[in-house]
């Protein structure tokens, strides 16, 4: 598969915890966004960090890239029931910077 | 600004029928494509344009056609639908090429062939 790997699939934390979802992929790349997408709804940009960037931080979300495990991971902290969604990464390869490869998203349940 | 919009929301073919989904932008985006989303996965790319008149095969393509002939507007045709096209079908666009920028995405095309 093209497709990065996520894990874990689905995550169920309580409220005012931290979650860490992982992505792993196979190819070099250029660069890796993060996007989350609500029930039944488009997906939403939150992070892109270059390929020289080893972690970027946008309010309670915290990304790391480590090239050399060729992984990343979303850290969001604090968490709140309506970060309550799905998470994906989306790779951009070294041989094409056209197209982006999504992964198969992590399920994140978030109680109240 | 709407963003990027697409109709319809829903849509119920017979096998080989023919429909177009329609996406479109107003935020002068050059970069726009079309992505399918099955059950418990991810996106993965039909086909994309980077500019008005050029369009390219993603990592799907096969049963779909596209044609870019304005910048607002990037159309996906289904010519004989089948039921392994069931699918949610999004659009995005993006100021710059598709790794290098945020991407914008509609709220999704959920279709149903039977």
């Known amino acids: 598969s093209q497709q990065g790997e996520e894990d874990p699939q689905a995550l169920s934390i309580q409220e005012g915890e931290n979650a860490t979802m992982n992505c792993s992929y196979k190819?070099?790349?250029?660069?890796l966004q993060w996007y989350r997408q609500n029930s039944g709804r488009g997906l939403v940009h939150l992070i892109l960090?270059?390929?020289?960037?080893r972690e970027k931080h946008s309010g309670r979300l915290r990304v790391t890239l480590d090239t050399s495990k060729k992984s990343s991971s979303l850290l969001i902290t604090a968490s709140r029931a309506a970060d309550t969604a799905s998470y994906f990464c989306?790779?951009?390869?070294?041989?094409?910077?056209?197209?982006?490869?999504f992964g198969s998203g992590t399920r994140l349940l978030v109680r109240p | 600004n709407a963003g990027v919009t697409q109709t319809p929301k829903f849509q119920v073919l017979k096998t080989g029928q023919s429909m177009t989904l329609q996406c479109a932008q107003d935020m002068n985006h050059e970069y726009m494509s079309w992505y399918r989303q099955d059950p418990g996965m991810g996106l993965r790319l039909i086909h994309y344009s980077v500019g008005a008149g050029i369009t390219d095969q993603g990592e799907v393509p096969n049963g779909y056609n596209v044609s870019r002939s304005t910048t607002e507007d990037f159309p996906l045709r289904l010519l004989s639908a089948a039921p392994s096209q069931t699918s949610v079908y999004f659009c995005?666009?993006?100021?710059?090429?598709?790794?290098?920028?945020?991407?914008?995405f509609g709220p999704g095309t959920r279709l149903t062939v039977l």
């Open positions: 989306a790779q951009i390869r070294m041989d094409s910077s056209y197209k982006l490869i």
């Open positions: 995005a666009s993006s100021y710059g090429l598709a790794g290098g920028t945020e991407q914008f």
């Open positions: 960090i270059r390929s020289n960037e």
């Open positions: 190819t070099s790349i250029n660069n």
